[in-house]
Every structure is written in C-alpha cells, then in structure tokens.
C-alpha cells in the first residue's frame, strides 16, 4: 500500500541552526514526492516537488530535499532557519489513480511541526 | 490571478444537520480535489472533480458527497454530520488533475460539530 512515514512529530531548532525533516515513502513505481508547508490558520503551500532527474531539488524559501530511492526517502533541509520558518511540514507523494496513470491524489504523512527557538 | 478560495471560513453545526462547503479555483483549472485534515488521521483524500464529473474517490463513507459546475467551482456536501467529521477541510485545484502538476490548496473551511 502506498504510504508516506515522517517520523519526527515535533522538532525544535534554534534560529540560526540547520534543519533537517526526515519522509519516508512506500510505492511501487517511481513516486512523485512533495514538501508543503502549512502555517496556523493557512492552508497548504508547495515548497519544493520531485518527479525525475536530479535527486536534489531546491525549493522556495531556501530549502532542498534530497530523493534516496535505496532508502525510500525524501528528506527536506534548510541550512540555517529563520524564525518565520515555524509551521508544519507534510511531505506526500502522488498516487496515481491506476497504477501508471497520471491522475491521482496526494497521500500524505502526518506532518512534523517545526518550532524554532531564539 | 487569484488563489484558491473557500467559503465559509468557519462552520458551527450539531450532529445530524447537513453542511455545504464551497471552493473556487484558481481561473483555468479544471481539477479541484477535496481533503480532510483532522489531528488523529492528518490529511485523508476525499475526493476529485474534473470537468463535472467524479474522477476519484478516497475511503469515506457516502455521507459525504460532491459536485463540481461547469465553472469548475465545487461543492462538498457531508449529511447526518457525527462529531468525528470535526476537522479542516481543505480544497485543492490543478490544471487537469494529474499527479505531476501542483495543487494549489485554499485556506481551508473549519467546521465543528457539537
């Protein structure tokens, strides 16, 4: 079954300190896998997206994520955190509706909260 | 070009009433997806519209219902309302709903149910 594990439910870093939010992933074929960020009372805001090529991706708001297909994972990084960047982080892949097709929906993992410290 | 938009923000219902939440997307996108956001089970997939019709349909019981317009704004419907369907729901569109192009996500409509 497809499914996407993030395993940290919370994580706290000082402002300034480097982030790394862990995802793990479960699909059969070659995933399609996202980062979004969620601020209170917001909704869903892409930060970065990986279909093929290379394996690290940039994103908005200076964060990157490296694919490991031999690890099944999709890990998001930040080199040094900036106070705004306290939210949830949910990282998804794409599952295709019929294995191959190319519509679907997002499965998702339940999210790491993100507080940063002064 | 303005961004996905859902309507009402907040819902305040008891059990057994029905609610309607409304999404417009973003002009140009015919896809809109439908999720719910709970504290014990994230973010479940509900259901997808494209072009009118129901393309894909997440593991909710059929209490919960939708509809899209020919304008492609859309409509969720959850009748008989417990108080498990507590959550935020949320409403995304794309371009055509494939797995590849991004989803654009509204604010979200909370609803509470007493």
């Known amino acids: 079954a497809q499914s996407v594990t993030q395993p940290d439910i919370h994580i706290t870093v000082s402002e300034g300190a480097s982030l790394e939010l862990r995802c793990n992933y479960s699909?059969?074929?070659?995933?399609?896998l996202f980062w979004y960020v969620q601020s209170p009372g917001q909704g869903l805001q892409l930060l970065l997206k990986?279909?093929?090529?290379?394996?690290l991706v940039q994103g908005i708001k200076g964060f990157e994520a490296e694919f490991k297909r031999s690890q099944s994972s999709f890990n998001l990084r930040k080199p040094s955190v900036h106070w705004s960047d306290a939210a949830e982080y949910f990282c998804?892949?794409?599952?295709?509706?019929?294995?191959?097709?190319?519509?679907?929906?997002?499965?998702f993992g339940k999210g790491t909260k993100l507080s940063v410290k002064p | 070009k303005a961004g996905v938009t859902q309507t009402p923000r907040y819902l305040i219902k008891t059990r057994g009433q029905q609610v309607t939440l409304s999404c417009s997307p973003i002009?140009?996108?015919?896809?809109v997806s439908w999720y719910q956001q709970t504290p014990g089970q994230g973010l479940q997939f509900l259901f997808e519209?494209?072009?009118?019709?129901?393309?894909n349909k997440g593991n909710f019981p059929g209490r919960f219902s939708g509809r899209q317009f020919s304008n492609s704004r859309s409509e969720m419907n959850v009748s008989t309302l417990e108080l498990g369907d507590s959550a935020l729901y949320l409403c995304?569109?794309?371009?055509?709903?494939?797995?590849?192009?991004?989803?654009?996500f509204g604010p979200g409509t909370r609803l509470t149910v007493l």
């Open positions: 995304a569109s794309s371009l055509d709903g494939q797995v590849s192009n991004e989803q654009f």
């Open positions: 699909y059969g074929a070659t995933p399609y």
């Open positions: 990986y279909f093929s090529g290379d394996t």
């Open positions: 998804a892949v794409g599952a295709s509706r019929n294995y191959g097709g190319s519509q679907g929906n997002l499965i």
């Open positions: 002009s140009g996108h015919r896809s």
């Open positions: 519209y494209f072009s009118e019709t129901q393309r």
